[in-house]
């Protein structure tokens, strides 16, 4: 068919690099080896594409398009990553120092604004072959290379090592820009995943963050340390998206599988994922030795935000395929990146005089980008023929937060006297949902579906859910002939609140019936994201001696987020609405505040045995629930006309405001034993998390107005009230 294109170059990749450093002497030796990997280069960005067709177009080859107008951003290129590795021995008194860091990834180039009209019939008979399409794209952003950096020493006495590494980071993705198409003809495909008409505007994805794995060790006959400090990559943020108006005047038919009618979108950009960290910090000797270990997993990235979304349809649309709805208007915010994992380990060993410490965090999930406004104004027809096949969806949806990242921290201290070890976690926290902004729908016409799962007209405004938080899992052991004490501290990821929902206005003004299973008439919602629920926390401590041993955990499970508010719904309708199939109501319309995240499950226990004085002490406390959100301040349902149901579980009105429910409280498990022949003491302590408050409900208001010609609100089926 027709096709104008701009779009940017891609950036390149950093290159790898690979260190090495090695010493060795009688007396006094050290080295020292430092890595970088190169960064990425930024992907180009596209120009403005201004593009229109005056005749008339029909394609019949597999991925033939009809009409083509995009700008497209180029992609970042790759960090590089890096190999840094560290070797020093000698006969008294050694070290040695490993830093290393992954490349950065560069941005995605952003994708410029689009203008684009067909005025006369576009026709396409092939597969894969959309009819019309006008879209703007940025690049997404270059990943964050990798990092390894092992550092080792060795000697008879003195001897040191530290490895310090961090994952490249990952970059944003490019912006999309505005589109504005005009359509003044009718469109129609005959393949398979062949929608008729698409504007769109999307973001970048970003670009992930490189993983880490950082390793100290050291051996000597007396003296020893080591230190590991890694950071996993932090991610880069999805790219905005834009604004996108459609004017179609003409008829859409689509014939195949997977081909929707009409579908005009903003949609942000998802945040990447965190890279993973590994840290480890491994010493001994014969007496003197320590060692610590601290890690952090990479955060994922926000997700972008999208802009509002306009379209008029002046004419009727018919799908025949499954999966094809007829009409989808949507202003998605990208979802957030996923905290990443993080492992920090240290293990100490000495014949007398050993301790370490090991200190990990989970990644941070990326908050969820915000959604413009989604309006959608029809006249005309809507038939949908097949199963989930809806008839028009207007959507203006949050983003979902990413996840936080799971932590493991342990630490282990070996000697014959005087030992100590501590290990302290947190499991990454999750990001927030993003809000939602208002969703607007107008119909003057008829809308049909015959299949399952097929609704008639769903308008929604969505706040994102909450990410959850992540298990945390710390623990300690210290093991000594004499003197010795372990402690474990940890507490679970929190989960993040849930983004608010806005207002929904829905005014119909004909018939619409719906046949399948599933398969609701008219629906118009206001629903508030969901809290993210905390993390499960899991705390130990054992502590082994002959005579004088402690052990001490603290542990509390992650907090659940609060539910987001929900907006006010106001739900028109001008004659009549038939459902035939179950679980199809007729009209509902609704506002519910988002739930609470549940609190997390906490274990703590402590192991202390000795022969003569010992003590064990267990502090733990569940995770609180999250409170639910209010709903909006009114939720209004005018009908005039009839509404008839035939299917069981299929009520005929539905008119509701629904405050969200508070999360549950996290259970606590605290233990502590303590095993000696003489002067022993143990003691827990625990406390059960508190569930959350819920939200408050608003002002309901459903009015019934018959007319001569439809006069009644009628159920047929089983458990179906009018």
């Known amino acids: ?115 684009a009209k067909t005025t006369k019939k576009v026709e396409t008979r092939g597969d894969s072959s959309i009819g019309v399409l006008a879209q703007s794209v940025g690049g997404g952003g270059g990943n964050g290379g990798f990092n390894i950096a092992p550092s080792i020493a060795g000697a008879g006495a003195g001897s040191g090592s530290i490895s310090v590494g961090i994952g490249g980071t990952g970059a944003g993705g490019g912006h999309g820009d505005t589109v504005d198409l005009v359509v ?173 410490l090991s200190v990990g965090i989970g990644g941070s999930g990326g908050n969820g980008g915000q959604a413009g406004s989604a309006t959608s104004s029809i006249a005309g027809d809507v038939q949908t023929w097949a199963d989930n096949s809806g008839g028009v969806l207007v959507q203006s949806v949050g983003g979902g937060g990413g996840n936080g990242g799971i932590n493991i921290s342990g630490a282990v201290s070996l000697t014959g006297e005087g030992s100590g070890a501590v290990g302290i976690g947190v499991g990454g926290f999750g990001g927030s949902g993003g809000k939602a902004s208002t969703a607007t729908s107008t119909i003057t016409g008829d809308v049909e579906t015959h299949g399952a799962d097929s609704f008639g007209v769903l308008v929604q405004s969505v706040g994102g859910g909450g990410g959850n938080g992540a298990i945390n899992i710390s623990g300690a052991l210290s093991y000594a002939g004499k003197g010795t004490g372990a402690a474990a501290l940890g507490v679970g990821g929190f989960g993040s609140d849930g983004g608010e929902a806005a207002d929904v206005t829905s005014k119909f003004a004909g018939t619409t019936t719906t046949s399948g299973s599933r398969s609701a008439g008219l629906v118009a919602q206001s629903l508030g994201g969901g809290g993210g629920n905390g993390a499960v926390n899991v705390s130990g401590a054992v502590s082994l001696a002959k005579e004088f041993s402690g052990a001490f955990s603290i542990g509390v499970g992650g907090f659940g987020g609060k539910g987001g508010k929900a907006g006010s719904v106001t739900h028109t309708i001008e004659g009549y609405v038939q459902t035939a199939g179950a679980d199809s109501v007729g009209v509902l319309t609704q506002s519910v505040g988002g739930g609470g995240g549940n609190g997390g499950l906490n274990i703590s226990g402590d192991i202390a045995l000795f022969r003569e004085t010992n003590t064990a002490v267990t502090l733990g406390v569940g995770g609180f629930g999250g409170s639910g959100a209010d709903a909006g301040a009114l939720i209004e349902s005018k009908i005039t006309g009839g509404v008839l149901t035939l299917g069981d579980r299929s009520s005929a009105v539905l008119t509701q405001s629904v405050g969200g429910g508070g999360g549950n409280g996290g259970l606590n498990v605290s233990g502590a034993i303590d095993i000696s022949k003489e002067g022993g003491g143990a003691v827990a302590i625990g406390v059960g998390g508190f569930g959350g408050g819920g939200g408050k409900a608003g002002d309901v208001k459903s009015t019934i107005l018959a007319t001569e010609e439809h006069n009644s609100i009628t159920t047929v089926g089983r458990e179906s009230i009018a």
């Open 1 to 115: 068919g027709v096709i104008a294109q701009s779009i940017g170059g891609g950036g390149g990749n950093g290159g790898f690099t690979v260190s090495g450093g090695l010493s060795g002497a009688g007396a006094g030796a050290g080295s020292v080896s430092v890595g970088l990997g190169g960064a990425g280069s930024g992907g180009g960005s596209a120009g403005k594409v201004t593009a229109t067709a005056n005749g008339t177009i029909l394609t019949e080859g597999f991925a033939s398009a009809g009409f083509v107008a995009q700008s497209i951003g180029g992609g970042g290129g790759s960090g590089g990553f890096t190999v840094s590795a560290d070797l020093s021995f000698a006969g008294s008194g050694t070290g040695s120092v490993t830093v290393g860091l992954g490349g950065s990834g560069a941005g995605g180039g952003d994708g410029g604004a689009v203008v």
């Open 184 to 356: 003044e003809d009718d469109v129609v495909t005959h393949g398979a995943h062949s929608a008729a008409v698409v504007a769109q505007s999307i973001g970048g994805g970003g670009g992930s963050g490189g993983f880490d794995v950082t390793i100290a060790g050291t051996g000597a006959g007396k003296g020893a340390g080591s230190i590991g400090v890694g950071l996993g990559g932090r991610s880069g943020s999805g790219g905005n998206a834009n604004k996108v108006t459609s004017n179609v005047s003409g008829n859409l038919t689509t014939n195949g599988d997977g081909s929707t009618g009409l579908l005009v979108q903003s949609v942000g950009g998802g945040g990447g994922n965190g890279g993973l960290n590994l840290s480890a910090a491994i010493a001994s000797s014969k007496a003197g030795t320590g060692g610590v270990s601290v890690g952090l997993g990479g955060s994922g990235g926000s997700g972008g935000h999208s802009g509002d979304v306009e379209a008029t349809l002046t004419g009727d649309v018919v799908t025949k395929g499954k999966d094809s709805t007829g009409v989808v208007v949507q202003s998605l915010g990208g979802g957030g990146g996923n905290g990443a994992l993080n492992i920090s380990g240290t293990i100490t060993g000495a014949a007398s005089g050993s301790a370490n």
